[in-house]
């Protein structure tokens, strides 16, 4: 997969992306540790968009993640921090299995603090906790569908001609065929290191641009639905990184006739998952009407400027400024799944959040319209 861009062979590129590489490694990560355990603390850097990482080790195995020190790393090379106050703080606050090290390493998700223990700009998971917390009353479900696209290295989506276009759109979506996808392996490997990882990953499909695919995580409840859909996110830059392929979160990578990316939001409510749950699903649509803008501005890490290229109406998506909903269509901003709708009641789908959004943000969002509005 490691094909040199252009014809010419650059050596960094080669090295890295080497298969040779890989095999030696495996001779080494099958090593005893002899009772060490390595924890890869991750986290989410200055743009709110990217994610960092780096090891501890430990002479003990991890069960719970409270049994993990708070640790820091240096905010002046990740845009969370000036000089002269350069530490910034790492709280462990969900943790996995560690796909890339077998055995009992661990990833440890953490919430980013400054020198005063209070969140960062980029931590947005505080204020999301406070809220489900708030409605924990409720319930609240999530699914959501992460759209992505590969890229290769000169960024042009992975597999498309150089410099140029496949067909037209059409055959792609959940497509089969040599002509019809690029990338499977790094589906593949990626659903795998989730399940083992022990993320609630639901699906993957081929998406309608070529290139471009989904996974799905859910349905997770409250704050888990932020924290497992980062850690997915993590461990795809990780696979990708491994086959020498980029993975981009843009809401429209490719201008033109080609879809952007989402990642639409599915959401429930106990009482929506009861049986005549529909007319609470009818409620919570009624909501959402009402503050649509504001809701466009949680959709993604630039107030709104993100999707602006991606809802324009066309491409399965409804224009940034209009609401609308709708069963089963999905021009609309929410969509009623057909099988909500026959069954009268489960949950709805929201279609704005835009592919690089920060799944906190628009959970605490939903939580917040649909469930404590009018209550308190
Ligand atoms: P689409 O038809 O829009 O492509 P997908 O099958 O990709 O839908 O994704 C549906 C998502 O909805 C999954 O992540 C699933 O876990 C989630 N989901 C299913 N039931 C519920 C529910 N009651 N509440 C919230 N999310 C749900
Ligand atoms: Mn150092
Ligand atoms: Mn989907
Ligand atoms: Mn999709
Ligand atoms: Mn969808």
Redesign the pocket.
Known sequence: MAKSVRGFKRKHDDDRHDTSFKSILDRYISLDQCGIVQVKYIWIDGTGEDMRGKTKTFDFIPQNVNELPIWNFDGTSTGQATGDESDVFLKPVAMFKDPFRPGPNKIVLCETLNKNYEPTSTNNRRKCLEVMIKAADQKP?????QEYTLLDSDRWPYGWPRGGYPAPQGPYYCGVGADKVYGREIVEAHARACMYAGI?I??T?AETMPAQW?F?????EGIDMGDQLWVARYILHRICEEFGVICSLDPKPVLGDWNGAGC?A???TLK??ESGGYKYIDEAIVKLSEVHLEHIAYYDPHGGRDNERRLTGAHETETIDAFSSGVAN?QCSI?I?KQCFDDQC??L?D?RPSSNCDPYTVTSALVKTCCLTGRD
């Not at 479900?141 to 569908?145: I, N, P, V």
């Not at 799905?216 to 997770?220: K, L, M, N």
């Open positions: 479900w999530f699914g959501m569908e609630k639901s699906g499909n989904e799905q995580v859910g349905p997770c639409h599915n959401f429930s929506m998952r999905r969509r799944p489960g949950y789908e279609r």
